[in-house]
């Protein structure tokens, strides 16, 4: 394992682990779901900033592998809000979870920002169920980022 402060927290991770992890996943959620995913995955290439693709490559994430894509309802600004969901192998040494509990099965962003368009929240991911672990722990990186409607179809949010 190795230490890495992210924002508010410090994790410990486990890049090999992770990159195994992705080796077998064969394509990204954003392909596979609907037509806002799909424009997500047209616009991947502009999701994500200088810092958000440095901390991938560090983390050995594949960018092109969400495990979800979240589209969030709001207009667009012109910009569409989405959320780009990815696992590595590590654990929180240091930082409250990215998500607070809010009640019955209620959760709560509790993200933070780190530059112009992104906000990140690291979690134990209540609410994902976790890849195989094998001894491993998990943890979800969730970045929040804005694209432009880049796709073909007819936009919408
Ligand atoms: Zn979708």
Redesign the pocket.
């Known amino acids: 394992m190795k230490n890495l402060r992210i924002a508010r927290w410090t994790v410990e991770y486990d890049p090999e682990v992770t990159r195994s992890l992705y080796a077998k996943i064969p394509i990204g959620r954003?392909e596979a779901?609907?037509?806002?995913?799909r424009n997500f995955a047209s616009a991947r290439e502009q999701a994500y900033s200088p810092y958000i693709r440095s901390l991938l490559e560090t983390l050995d994430i594949d960018l092109r592998k969400e495990e979800d894509?979240i589209?969030h309802p709001d207009p667009p600004d012109p910009l569409h809000h989405y959320e780009g969901l990815f696992w590595f192998a590590g654990r929180i040494t240091s930082g409250r979870d990215g998500y607070e509990e809010t009640g019955k099965r209620g959760w709560k962003p509790d993200f933070e920002k780190v530059d112009e368009r992104t906000n990140l929240g690291i979690t134990l991911g209540p609410f994902r169920r976790a890849p195989k672990s094998q001894g491993t722990p998990w943890l979800l990186l969730v970045i929040e980022t804005k694209v432009p409607w880049v796709s073909e179809e007819e936009e919408h949010w």
Do not use: I, K, L
Not at 33 to 37: A, E, N, P, R, V
């Open positions: 954003a779901c609907c037509g806002s995913c894509v589209h």
